[in-house]
Each structure stands twice: as C-alpha cells, then as structure tokens.
C-alpha cells in the first residue's frame, strides 16, 4: 500500500450521468495518484475489433435502434456489455497491483465485483443517483445540445440500481451522489471503512 491511500486500486462505478468523472478526478487529486479512464480501455478495443469477434462491444454502433429501446432492455444490454469488457479491466486491474502502481478508475462499465479480485488491493464505491430528475439536468449541463435526455435518464436510474444491487451482494459501498459538498469525505470514509469480503 502507498501512503494513506484507502487500496492500491480505486474503482468509482456508477451509471451514467451521476458524477463519476468529477469525483474520481477530486479522489484521485487528494490520493496523489494518476486517474484513469475505463472508457479509453473501450475505445482502444473498439479500435483493435471487428463486430464478429466482439458483437457485444460493438452492439451500439451495429444496432443504432438500440438507442429507442425500452430503458429495462438497455440496461439489460449495457450490463451485457460490461460483462464482454471485465477481462479487460481485470487485466488492467491486475497490472496495477502486480507493478505496485496506485491508480484512481472510473468509466460506466466498470462493475463492483471488480473489487472481489485482489483482496486488500482492490476497493470500489458505487456512486448512485436515483433522481430521474437530477439526471436529466446533469446530463443538460454536460451536454446542452443533445436530445433524448429523459430517456437517458430513465436508463441511468436502471443501470443504477442494478450495480447498487450488486454492491450490496459484493460488500462494496453504495455512496449517494447528493449532497455535492461532502461527496469526496463520504466516498472516502466508504472506502475506508470494513466492508464485508465476498468470493468473486
């Protein structure tokens, strides 16, 4: 272990639109570590494959009416495809802990149960935000020229309570995204405190 850092390797999951890449910046400021992006792991394998050897990580761009599906059935995809994804992030992960390199990861894909592997080493949070509401008006402020942001949304609240769930199943913390002013305290002491170990 480095410091005071709480592990070796810090994953910030949560659904899109909650916050995950301001709280992991501000995490990783305060650790005096590098962060990284989950999403730049997808975009390189997206670069290295074709559709017939991965289907599920490039399902979204073969299946643009995806999109319009029901938000149960997206989050139903997009748990899909963090499952195509975890060997990826486990390698990553892996890599991290083996070269004693300590690094803050965020990104939508990346699952709580990551944090099983490498016991000590390893730790999660899952920043969550139920607020339909709350989301659509993240998502404006990010991105004010994009439509569809209800929708989004409604997706967002699925995926969400889907990882809260399997957090819970796996000891790691689930950490309300609101209240914005002691967001990286709570996701702190979440991190620090004893959770319970379950096998991977």
């Not at 402020?141 to 569809?148: D, I, K, M, S, T």
């Not at 990882?163 to 709570?186: E, F, I, K, M, T």
Request: hydrophobic residues 40%; glycine residues 6%; negative net charge.
């Amino acid at each position: 272990m480095t410091g005071d850092l709480p592990a070796l390797v810090t994953l910030v999951c949560g659904a899109s639109g909650v916050g995950k890449s301001r709280a992991a910046f501000a995490l990783a400021t305060r650790y005096g570590v590098p962060l990284g992006e989950a999403d730049d792991i997808v975009t390189a394998l997206q670069a290295m494959t074709s559709h017939e050897q991965q289907p599920q990580l490039h399902y979204w761009n073969t299946h643009p009416v995806a999109k319009s599906w029901p938000p149960e059935k997206i989050a139903d995809l997009h748990l899909e495809v963090a499952r195509a994804l975890r060997p990826a992030f486990a390698a990553v992960i892996a890599d991290h802990v083996e070269s004693g390199n300590p690094v803050v990861m965020e990104g939508d894909y990346l699952t709580p149960d990551l944090a099983l592997t490498h016991a000590g080493a390893v730790r999660a949070v899952v920043l969550d935000e139920q607020d339909e509401d709350q989301l659509v008006v993240n998502y404006q402020g990010r991105e004010p020229w994009l439509n569809q942001q209800r929708h989004r949304a409604q997706v967002s609240v699925h995926v969400g309570a889907r990882l809260a769930s399997r957090a819970h199943h796996a000891g790691v913390p689930v950490v309300p995204a609101r209240p914005w002013a002691n967001q990286l305290d709570r996701i702190d002491r979440a991190l620090r405190a004893p959770t319970p170990r379950r096998e991977p």
